[in-house]
């Protein structure tokens, strides 16, 4: 996670969208601006402020998803390049914002801002909603006379009372071309950590699962492919198996289903074992890998038989020859183990051989 700490303010551009969402045969009713807000210092430090406590403790990871076909990844990615310019980019996501976001929104700014985060470059998009107030300041009357002079205050924003605060947030390092965009996301009017399903569509990403519960899933679903696949053929299920297994158990901190199934599936089986692990909601380029909830599970290489035998073995053993299964004409198996027996057990518990 981000230190948001580290968070500075650059340049802040800020349009103004209306009531509701908008369809695409409705003429145009957003206020859009045409530069940079002009910032002082003070004005910068009080939108890093309101920024970084409204970010901290809050804020959820998402990435990506390609499904949505929302143009903010692009833009993103763009701007946080170099390729891409304020303005007409900034214009280009308020109108995709103002599209998806309900009819019950309500009239609010969108803010587009650059600066860096844990020293690197970063892009903000947020949308806020405008408050009511009043600016009370001392004066004096014609006569001399101290009083107050209040004025009341229409677009107030960033008051300690604002309703509303969305965020989505990027640094240039997870904004690469060639791999999905990743970025944190908060929603300051929802309860916890809740975020605005609209909000998440409009950048085109969704949350990121736990990397534990994402390799159960991996394992799961390879599972019941390889006993779908494979159920007629004990030589192809085998193989698959100990694939499965050395993948779970190698030293490499990634999985992926591509991958996967380029390296150890046969042809005609990598479109469906792809296709099977995109519908539960995996990434199929990579993630994370952490095995703690199938530790127990990925020990051993398991083969059952039609009438009742069990064989656990290593998956190295498979790997080097010493176990071997081979399939006859007959519809039957042979299963082969070379290795030194050390014990046997039976009715009366194990022997020593």
Do not use: N
């Not at 998402?62 to 990615?77: G, M």
């Not at 976001?101 to 609010?108: A, L, R, T």
């Not at 209040?150 to 965020?167: C, H, M, P, S």
């Not at 952490?290 to 059952?304: E, G, H, N, P």
Request: charged share 25%; glycine share 8%; proline share 5%.
């Amino acid at each position: 996670m981000s230190d948001f700490g580290t968070l500075t303010v650059k340049q802040v551009i800020m349009h103004r969208i209306p009531r509701g969402g908008r369809r695409s045969d409705e003429p145009e009713t957003i206020e859009f601006s045409e530069a940079p807000i002009e910032l002082s210092d003070l004005d910068r430090g009080f939108i890093e402020l309101r920024l970084k406590s409204t970010l901290a403790g809050r804020a959820r990871p998402v990435v990506e998803d390609p499904s949505l076909s929302s143009p903010t990844p692009t833009t993103v990615k763009g701007l946080l390049s170099g390729a891409g310019s304020l303005v007409p980019d900034s214009i280009a996501l308020t109108r995709s914002l103002h599209e998806l976001q309900k009819w019950v929104s309500p009239v609010g700014l969108v803010m587009v801002i650059t600066g860096e985060l844990d020293g690197e470059p970063c892009l903000v998009i947020t949308k806020m909603e405008h408050e009511e107030g009043m600016r009370v300041q001392r004066t004096s009357t014609a006569e001399g006379k101290l009083t107050y002079k209040a004025e009341y205050l229409r677009d107030l924003i960033l008051g300690e009372g604002t309703q509303v605060f969305k965020i989505g947030i990027f640094k240039e390092s997870d904004a690469d071309e060639d791999a999905p965009l990743r970025g944190l996301v908060v929603d300051a009017q929802q309860s916890g950590s809740g975020v605005a399903a609209y909000f998440v569509e409009f950048l085109g990403c969704q949350f990121v699962k736990r990397s534990d519960v994402l390799t159960e899933t991996f394992f799961k679903e390879g599972q019941r492919f390889i006993a779908r696949t494979a159920k007629d053929d004990p030589e192809k299920h085998a193989d698959y198996q100990i694939a499965l297994l050395s993948e779970m158990q190698s030293s490499s901190k990634i999985l992926s289903a591509e991958a996967f199934a380029q390296r150890h599936l046969r042809q005609e089986d990598q479109d469906a074992f792809i296709t099977q692990l995109a519908g539960c909601g995996l990434p199929i380029k990579s993630f994370r890998k952490d095995v703690t909830l199938v530790a127990s599970s990925i020990k051993r290489f398991k083969l059952q038989t039609q009438r009742g035998a069990t064989v656990l073995a290593p998956p190295e053993m498979y790997s080097d020859g010493s176990l071997t299964v081979e399939s006859s004409d007959e519809h039957l198996s042979t299963l082969t183990i070379k290795d030194h027996i050390t014990h046997m057990s039976g009715a009366s518990g194990p022997k020593a051989l």
